[in-house]
């Protein structure tokens, strides 16, 4: 007997942020596939798929936005259920990483969570994970199953270069950030300066700007990063930048992750824009920053699937930017 080898690509969306996969989906020419969810009293989650995945390469799209830990065990277990329906090949696709700022002990008698993450994902029956714009690439290593780097870089380098006006400077926040910038630097045909930083170790999302290195005065600034959470640290180095003769000060960060208090004191600050990407849904209160630019990543996710679909070069559609 002989049978004809045939593969067949399933996308299903966790609730985190349907709009993005729905998108991505599209762009696939295909529909997401059904997910039949419910919550018990006591908050347990319910999964169940409403067709057949055996055989079928699954990608599960979550992002692990708020409330992070349902977020994260409704991907779990998604994965859990397509494993055990016999699918073929099971891809997480994370376009933020929850718990990724953990990824080092900075003191005694810390977890390393992005290592933990890592771990779960592979013990739910992931055989590939995917993510974008990691806080430190070296998670890649803290699993023992593919992990594809993507990055966001592409879309803002398209969107900033056609709104860049005269001199500009990419920033970095703080100096470990230094080659993101110089990534953004090197695609906008701009200079580099990076902020000196102190950041608490006892107290979270606190830090203080101290200096800047580069030159930035009488040049435009684009603070670049990962993550903008409670937009501390930017709109410290924001203020920062203004204060030493930067002709005006933007921000690009590829997750909006935006908590409170961020649009307060992005709306106080001298930041003048805000470019996010949609890897997270914008939060209730920021739906009327005026500031705010939203730029979709849903060609860039749509691609890597693709890609992984085809047993094609991921790197190749990212021309070696993704590690």
């Not at 007997?1 to 599209?26: P, Q």
């Not at 810390?110 to 690439?137: C, N």
């Not at 002709?247 to 470019?275: F, M, Q």
């Amino acid at each position: 007997m002989e049978i004809t080898s045939r593969k067949r690509l399933m996308v299903f969306s966790g609730s985190a942020n349907e709009g993005l996969a729905r998108e991505v989906a599209n762009i696939l020419g295909t529909n997401l596939g059904g997910v039949e969810r419910e919550v018990f009293a006591d908050s347990e989650i319910y999964i169940h798929f409403a067709e057949s995945v055996r055989g079928a390469d699954c990608f599960v799209i979550q992002s692990h936005v708020s409330p992070i830990n349902y977020h994260i065990i409704e991907q779990l277990i998604m994965i859990d259920a397509l494993k055990r329906a016999s699918a073929k090949r099971i891809t997480a696709v994370i376009p933020y990483f929850g718990y990724a700022r953990q990824d080092k002990k900075g003191r005694p008698r810390e977890a390393i969570t992005a290592k933990l993450m890592g771990d779960l994902f592979v013990t739910a029956g992931a055989d590939r994970l995917a993510s974008v714009d990691l806080h430190t690439g070296q998670i890649q290593g803290f699993v023992d199953v593919p992990f594809d780097h993507l990055t966001a870089l592409p879309v803002f380098v398209d969107y900033l270069a056609k709104t860049m006006d005269g001199p500009t400077t990419i920033v970095s926040p703080d100096s470990g950030g230094v080659k993101r910038a110089a990534r953004y630097a090197r695609h906008l045909d701009a200079a580099v300066a990076f902020i000196d930083k102190r950041r608490s170790t006892d107290v979270r999302n606190q830090s203080e700007s101290l200096n800047v290195v580069g030159d930035i005065n009488g040049r435009h600034c684009i603070i670049v990063d990962d993550i903008v959470d409670t937009a501390g640290s930017a709109v410290g180095a924001a203020n920062l930048l203004q204060q030493r003769g930067a002709l005006s000060v933007r921000l690009a960060a590829t997750h909006g992750v935006l908590s409170d208090p961020a649009v307060d004191r992005i709306k106080n600050s001298a930041v003048s824009e805000v470019v996010i990407s949609n890897t997270l849904p914008v939060p209730d209160d920021a739906a009327d920053l005026q500031s705010l630019t939203v730029l979709s990543i849903g060609s860039v996710l749509a691609g890597a699937i693709n890609a992984i679909f085809t047993d094609a070069s991921v790197s190749a559609i990212f021309k070696g930017e993704n590690m």
